[in-house]
């Protein structure tokens, strides 16, 4: 039994250290005017300085994912400045991935309380 521990311990070990974790990362949101907790939302991830979320004079620049693209079916084109936040969203996906490509990413983001985790 004690030559199994190491094999299955190691195994263990390796799975865990494969799967990559859940991270926060510090985003600029364009946030839906109703987000019932719980749901989940089509969003737009883009790289920083990008045109995802327009941006007000001396909000900062933030890679940015844009959850209020749309509303009732209908393509919103200018989220308000009152509901754009500079918030640390939780990305279970490859975020540098997504953070490098030229364009915008699609992920699927669930709103917690006050967290949002964003899958790819």
Same mark, same amino acid.
């Given at each position: 039994?004690?030559?199994?521990?190491? !094999?299955? *311990?190691?195994?263990?070990? /390796?799975?865990s250290?494969?799967?990559?974790?859940?991270?926060?990362?510090?985003v600029?949101i +364009?946030?839906p005017?109703q987000?019932?907790?719980g749901d989940?939302?089509?969003?737009?991830?883009?790289?920083?300085?990008?045109l995802t979320?327009m941006?007000?004079?001396?909000?900062p620049?933030? !890679?940015? *994912?844009?959850?209020?693209? /749309?509303?009732?079916?209908e393509?919103?084109h200018?989220?308000?400045?009152?509901?754009?936040? +500079?918030?640390d969203?939780?990305?279970d996906g490859?975020?540098?991935v997504?953070?490098a490509?030229k364009?915008?990413?699609p992920?699927?983001?669930?709103r917690?309380?006050?967290?949002?985790?964003?899958?790819?």
């Amino acid at each position: 039994m004690k030559i199994l521990r190491q !094999p299955v *311990l190691f195994g263990a070990l /390796f799975l865990s250290a494969c799967h990559k974790q859940p991270q926060y990362h510090h985003v600029l949101i +364009a946030y839906p005017e109703q987000w019932t907790d719980g749901d989940r939302r089509p969003c737009f991830f883009g790289p920083m300085g990008g045109l995802t979320v327009m941006r007000e004079a001396g909000q900062p620049d933030l !890679p940015q *994912l844009d959850c209020d693209r /749309f509303v009732e079916g209908e393509l919103v084109h200018r989220t308000p400045a009152e509901r754009i936040y +500079a918030i640390d969203a939780f990305f279970d996906g490859d975020y540098s991935v997504a953070l490098a490509a030229k364009g915008e990413t699609p992920w699927t983001c669930l709103r917690k309380g006050d967290r949002i985790t964003c899958k790819p």
